[in-house]
């Protein structure tokens, strides 16, 4: 029986809510803690799902993206004797904040949130911190302390995910267009071609990019959590991260694709593609007729992060004017 996490196959989920919002100060670090747990060994992908699986389908529906991440990581790091849920506690509770503990925060919401249902931080007014980012300063702290990661650490994290934008995907796009030779490498060795480019895709175990024909359509989703190629496309979108297109992806992919805008004739094959904590996947899109005579440059412009992922399609060559 499948587990609340995974989501894939729900149609019940209802529709998908484009609404973005701006990452908060506590939700990159969050991510940052995360990945450099990942990086040092202390925390496996399977394990941080584990965690997930482990919680109660209710608290699972409350929780935002990364209240789910922050109980998974102090999960994995008080059952591996790292941290104790009594030491976070007395830090939090020391910041004069009167934060709850891991176990309120798992129950803190009356009403179900959805992903992009995050408290947003008025300024430098520390009296509004909600729980969730007092609970990962406090984690943050304790791990510099122990020498386990540093301020610097976290830092450089927070400021390589932010240099990380849908810039890249397209610059790596508009060059598959502009140079068969260049397209080959990349569909036979995803990663080392992005290199070329400047773009560095090593943080992530396999690349694929999957390429787009008048006949067949890619659309990317991962029903498991939010696996993206993260450092070629920036962190994704929050509904990427969504429950409903989690859900409904595989199982009505042309539904989705409606309420993106994008309507797909009958002939053209959609294929539905599952990323893993192993592969990644960007696709390659259709170079739009009448764009032939634009430059590199210009065929970036009109490559957008859905297109990357396989809900929207380039602008047409009517709206790509030559710079």
């Known amino acids: 029986m499948a ?12 529709p998908i809510n484009p609404t973005e919002h701006q990452y908060t100060i506590w939700e990159k670090k969050a991510d940052a803690i995360s990945q450099l747990l990942s990086q040092k060994h202390i925390r496996r992908v399977d394990e941080m799902r584990r965690t997930l699986e482990a919680m109660d389908p209710d608290q699972y529906e409350r929780a935002s993206y990364y209240e789910r991440w922050l109980i998974g990581a102090e999960s994995i790091l008080v059952e591996k004797g790292i941290l104790t849920s009594q030491e976070i506690d007395e830090r939090v509770q020391s910041s004069g904040f009167g934060v709850q503990s891991l176990g309120q925060l798992k129950t803190q919401n009356s009403e179900p949130r959805t992903d992009h249902d995050h408290e947003h931080l008025p300024g430098d007014d520390r009296t509004e911190r909600n729980p969730s980012e007092v609970r990962i300063d406090a984690i943050a702290e304790l791990l510099i302390e122990r020498g386990i990661l540093t301020a610097d650490d976290i830092r450089r994290q927070i400021e390589f995910m932010d ?8 610059k790596i796009v508009a060059r598959a267009w502009t140079d ?6 990349l569909l036979a060795d995803a990663k080392a071609a992005c290199a070329e480019v400047g773009v560095d895709a090593s943080g992530m175990n396999h690349l694929v990019v999957l390429e787009d024909t008048p006949s067949v359509h890619h659309m990317v989703v991962c029903t498991l959590c939010s696996c993206y190629p993260r450092p070629i496309l920036g962190l994704p979108p929050d509904w990427y991260k969504s429950l409903a297109y989690r859900s409904r992806a595989v199982v009505d992919p042309r539904g989705v694709l409606h309420e993106f805008g994008l309507d797909l004739p009958n002939e053209v094959e ?8 192993d592969t990644r996947y960007l696709v390659l899109p259709v170079q739009p007729a009448g764009t032939e005579g634009l430059s590199e440059k210009e065929l970036a412009g009109i490559v957008t992060r859905d297109c990357m992922i396989g809900t929207a399609l380039p602008k047409p060559a009517a709206e790509a004017v030559p710079a």
Do not use: I
């Open 3 to 14: 587990k609340v996490h995974d989501r894939g196959g729900r149609l019940d989920a209802g």
């Open 163 to 170: 240099s990380r934008t849908p810039a890249d995907g397209a």
């Open 270 to 277: 959609v294929r539905v593609v599952d990323s893993t904590a």
């Open 180 to 185: 068969p030779a260049f397209k080959q490498r």
